[in-house]
């Protein structure tokens, strides 16, 4: 595996390849897609960050395979990533998720099928408070809540472990764009969690920092970067 970080060049936009490529969000992940799209027929074998570095869209990314920048309009650094991870080693780290939870229909429908369905964890928790009648909360509460019970149910199956008081979940955004070729937008919503975690089973957890963590992944979502914590 490869670690990159991938930074836009500061000539990037007195090229016509950059603005081919530019345009909104969607646009925006094409510029990382195009990075790794050797054949018309490949998989994603990626996940990656976005950021911005001196006010310019910045990538660190996660790969099988070198990124190739074929327009020149990028700066990478890419290094071979083989993490060395320990029982009981406590890293800091940050993640951007888009947490959700899927939940099966409690009618069948005419086919005698039960339909899957995913929901925002803050959303659907928003919906749980209207229902009971319950005392709504300040939405940053319920969104450090259900992000912590969401990650840390994602850290059983993946071998981590959290504790509360020791990550920040917030900077929730609902983000909605379409595809250039789709008729229906993509709605999606993304928290940014922050904080420290303890590794129970590094036999899990180092795939999890190859492959990330819940949904979207295509749009930038998923990838765990993790330090030594001090």
Known sequence: MFI???????????QKEFWNHIGGAYKLHSLVWDLFADAPERNRDFIYRQDLVEVLPAFYCVS???PNNR???WSVETKPYTPVIKKDQKL???????????KRDEKP??????????HDVVMDAKTLLKQRQAAC??????IQQAGFVWLAMKGEANGFSLREGEVRADGYIQ???TKPKGKHAVTLSTIEFNG??????PVLFVPALFHGLGAAKGFGCGLIMVRPAR
């Open 175 to 177: 983000h909605r764009f």
């Open 137 to 142: 909360p300040p939405e940053a509460e319920i």
């Open 196 to 201: 420290l975690l303890t590794v129970t089973d």
């Open 64 to 66: 099988a395979r070198e």
């Open 109 to 118: 429908d005419p086919d005698g099928k039960r339909k899957q369905h995913r």
């Open 4 to 14: 990159s970080r991938v930074k836009l060049r500061h000539d990037a936009t007195d």
């Open 71 to 73: 327009h020149e309009v």
């Open 92 to 102: 800091s780290f940050m993640l951007r998720a888009n947490p959700i939870r899927s």
